[in-house]
């Protein structure tokens, strides 16, 4: 089992960043690739952004450029920095973790971009 514990949500403006992240505990030894979707009001959750264990990293068109992701395997975190926000990224952001067996979601935290 994997827990996940998202933080750093909030309300920003347009043009502002925010940073997210995700605490892991449990089996974090089986974690391949963490990572983070988000789904806004009436849309499907998409990817925005994963890394692997050996830090391969990939993202979503959309925040290419602006976001980045990072993880720090010392403190079981995985980071999302988002720059340049724009009120299309208004969303709850969930972290995401890949093992062999199964996958993992956290319970999301909302993030509001609005002047």
């Known amino acids: 089992q994997v827990q996940l514990v998202e933080s750093g949500g909030g309300l920003v403006q347009p043009g502002g960043s925010l940073r997210l992240s995700c605490a892991a505990s449990?089996?974090?030894?089986?974690?391949?690739?963490l990572g983070w979707y988000r789904q806004a009001p009436g849309k499907e959750r998409e990817l925005v952004a994963s890394?692997?264990?050996?830090?391969?990293?990939n993202f979503a068109d959309s925040v290419k450029g602006r976001f980045t992701i990072s993880r720090d395997d010392a403190k079981n975190t995985v980071n999302l920095q988002m720059n340049s926000l724009k009120p299309e990224d208004t969303a709850v952001y969930y972290c995401?973790?890949?093992?062999?067996?199964?996958?993992?979601w956290g319970k999301g935290t909302l993030v509001t971009v609005s002047s």
């Open positions: 449990g089996s974090i030894f089986s974690i391949n690739v």
């Open positions: 995401h973790a890949i093992t062999v067996l199964m996958d993992y």
């Open positions: 890394i692997t264990s050996d830090g391969k990293t």
